[in-house]
């Protein structure tokens, strides 16, 4: 045998041969996989795929690249990460190291871990985004064009406009879930300079992706950077732009970055003069903002550099449904008490990095003041109660205002019960369902939830002019709520009224209540038709939901239900106690995981259980989760997958009218804003 083999990487992965990857012969035959490529092509080009990410790219300090695996042998394995990387996800999904993989042999200090499915991808994203200091994302995916991998999206703390699809709502609102979610990701620009004497001169330009708001700030502050830290913490900070030049010292303004947790980014220096000249900067500004002319305001010529950054590394200017949505926000550093990190640490304002999964240190919100107070129902609320936590206010006016709307609530015990439970329970974020609203693929869903929204605000007008809230009516600090709330809330309904009766008069309420987004079918001939056939599916599921429950001897709708997500379609589900009739009706089908394990352990792929696990009524099971066992028999699944197919079919007509549905909702975004400023004028 010849010293040396090279291996090409195969048709099924392309890479140009230039960058076919070169390995000694020894550590070829001790590869897994290259042992079982000769009698599988598909191990070839897994075996061809590692081969060649491990050559590929040099490892970057927190940075986490995920791979696409488009000819991987496992199709759900969307994604996999390398090296530090695996371990790192491996850690965290996992728990252990239980999941790391080596086909180059545990000798070669190569690991790999796979990211399987979007739940799973989200779990990560969430994670090294919004929890973990400092950390970026990279997706990387072969381009057929240029022979070789190249990033196709990118995210960092400030910056997550390319993923937020990818992390997938946990309460069908919003991105509530996590602690760092309570903070909008805000991204700044700045340009210091140190003078001669010791004293630093900053204009900063900082980015509010969330609400679309955009700021500007320019000071002088002392050796310590101490004004910088402060605004830095009240702007709620999440990744700082700083040029890479030699004006100033960039250890300085490192150590206040990473004392605040605070991602930092060295950009060059075109990067800020790319269009020098401030007319272009304010040409952008005026666009984005929708006025036909924009001036700057009086700062200085680094601000309008700083804007230039800021617009150029978040790709503002090209994202759809930026042109138009920005507003200018005005922030005076002297109106909030000033905090630096050590104060914000000594007083354990917020929580610190939370521990691995399922670690006993993820409850470390409770030992933080921001931790013990949030007890909002909305993350709109918690974001708001972070914002209040960051600028502390100084003017007594203000101080005074916001403790009697606080005493008005606290000695109204009933009705705050009554808000809370019944009034802000299930409630959407506003700001950022008016976002994806603005976007290019936004759907019919973003404008049922904004209704829903709406409709929440009417219930709360009618149970205040109601009896619902008398114990509010009769307190002394009543007039404060009416001032600061009550009265801009009526304004706000009153001009969104036509936006309520178009989704009213348009909405098909019924497919709603099985989760479905549609309008009515009497706009259209081909929709009644669709409609029609759909209610006789239904229709005909009924009779074989009542025969399978005659069968387990189950109570329909209480042991028994039929139910329908996205996943599964329509499916029975019964409780893991009665997983011994299924057994009964189906010996051969694969038995239910225990009671006390997780979803994510028991959870099965869709289909699972059709062929050894069939028994012989056909009755096969879906997954076994701790809200119970989902199964289908033949007919069913024969039914929802007409069903499916139907539903696709409706959407498809429905394409047109749902586009007009999202314009004009679209024409009611100011008032949405408004809506969504409400709690932090408050």
């Known amino acids: 045998m010849a010293p040396s083999a090279i291996i090409m990487l195969s048709a099924a992965t392309p890479v140009s041969s230039k960058m076919a990857c ?3 012969a020894k550590e070829a035959a001790s590869s897994p996989l290259s042992k079982a490529s000769g009698a599988n092509p598909a191990f070839q080009a897994e075996f061809n795929f590692f081969n060649y990410m491990k050559h590929a790219l040099e490892p970057v300090d927190r940075c986490l690249r995920l791979y696409e695996r488009a000819n991987a042998i496992n199709d759900n394995a969307a994604y996999v990460v390398f090296n530090e990387n695996a371990v790192e996800v491996s850690k965290f999904l996992f728990a252990s190291a239980s999941a790391l993989q080596y086909p180059f042999g545990a000798e070669s200090n190569a690991p790999i871990c796979a990211v399987n499915g979007a739940n799973h991808l989200s779990q990560v994203l969430r994670e090294f985004l919004l929890e973990r200091d400092g950390w970026r994302v990279e997706f990387w995916a072969w381009d057929g064009l240029r022979k070789a991998f190249r990033c196709t999206k990118r995210a960092s703390p400030g910056n997550i406009e390319a993923v937020e699809s990818l992390m997938l709502e946990q309460d ?3 991105l509530s879930g996590s602690s760092a979610a309570s903070v909008n990701p805000v991204i700044a620009a700045a340009w210091p300079v140190l003078g001669e004497g010791g004293e630093w001169s900053f204009a900063l330009a900082w980015c509010d992706l969330t609400c679309f708001s955009l700021g500007l700030l320019s000071f002088v502050d002392n050796s310590l950077l101490t004004t910088f830290e402060s605004a830095l913490i009240q ?3 999440r990744e700082l732009l700083v040029p890479n030049n030699n004006l100033y010292d960039v ?3 490192r150590q206040v970055t990473e004392a605040s947790s605070i991602a930092l980014q060295q950009m060059k220096a075109g990067e800020y003069f790319g269009a020098e000249e401030s007319g272009s900067v304010e040409g952008d500004l005026a666009r984005l903002t ?28 090209h994202a759809d449904g930026n042109i138009g949505s920005f507003r200018m926000v005005q922030h005076n550093l002297s109106e909030y008490v000033r905090l630096d990190e050590a104060a914000l640490s000594s007083l354990s304002m917020f929580p610190k990095q939370r521990g691995p999964a399922n670690s006993a240190i993820n409850n470390v919100r409770s030992f933080s003041l ?23 206010l100084q003017t007594r ?51 049922v939830q904004l209704y829903q929204v709406v409709a929440k605000l009417h219930q709360v007008l009618q149970d205040v002019d109601g009896d619902a809230f008398a114990e509010l009516k009769g307190h002394g600090r009543y007039g404060v709520l009416e001032r600061a709330l009550l009265g801009p809330l009526r304004q706000l309904t009153a001009q969104l009224n036509p936006f309520v009766q178009m989704i009213e008069e348009t909405l098909d309420f019924e497919a709603l209540a099985r989760n479905e987004f549609c309008v009515r079918s009497d706009f259209d001939a081909q929709l009644q038709a669709l409609s029609r056939e ?11 939901f009542q025969r399978v429950c005659r069968e387990m001897r189950l109570e329909p709708g209480k042991k028994c239900k039929l139910e329908t997500n996205a996943m599964y379609g329509h499916y029975l589900r019964i409780s893991r106690l009665d997983a011994g009739r299924l057994a009964a009706l189906a010996p051969g089908r694969k038995r239910a995981a225990p009671a006390d394990s997780s979803e994510a352990d028991t959870e099965q792929s869709e289909g699972e259980g059709e062929g050894e696990d069939a028994g012989a009524k056909g009755y096969a099971e879906l997954a076994a989760i701790r809200s119970g066992i989902f199964f289908v028999t033949p007919r069913l699944r024969e039914l929802s997958n007409r069903y499916a197919g139907l539903g696709e079919a409706y959407a498809e007509v429905q394409g047109t009218l749902v586009q007009a549905l999202i314009g004009t909702t679209q024409q009611y975004r100011a008032a949405f804003d408004a809506a969504g400023a409400l709690d932090r004028k408050s």
Do not use: H
Not at 374 to 387: E, H, M, V
Not at 399 to 427: A, F, H, K, P, T
């Open 22 to 24: 070169l390995l000694s």
């Open 172 to 174: 069908g609102m919003d």
């Open 235 to 237: 702007l709620g900070v």
């Open 251 to 253: 250890g300085k303004v």
């Open 290 to 317: 929708g006025l036909e002319r924009f001036k700057l305001p009086e700062l200085s010529a680094a601000a309008a550099k700083c804007v230039r950054c800021l617009l150029t590394y978040g790709s503002i200017m």
């Open 370 to 392: 921001f931790g013990l107070l949030d007890q909002c129902k909305t993350s709109a609320g918690s974001r708001t109660l972070n914002q209040w936590l960051r600028q502390p």
């Open 397 to 447: 006016a203000v101080i005074e205002n916001r403790l009697d709307l606080v005493e008005l609530w606290m000695e109204c015990g009933q009705s705050r019960q009554r808000m809370r439970e019944v009034v802000l329970r299930g409630v959407g974020d506003v700001s950022r369902l008016i976002k994806k609203v603005l976007r290019a693929r936004s759907s019919l869903q973003e404008v």
């Open 534 to 544: 759909k209610q006789a599916l239904l229709a005909a599921m009924d009779p074989e």
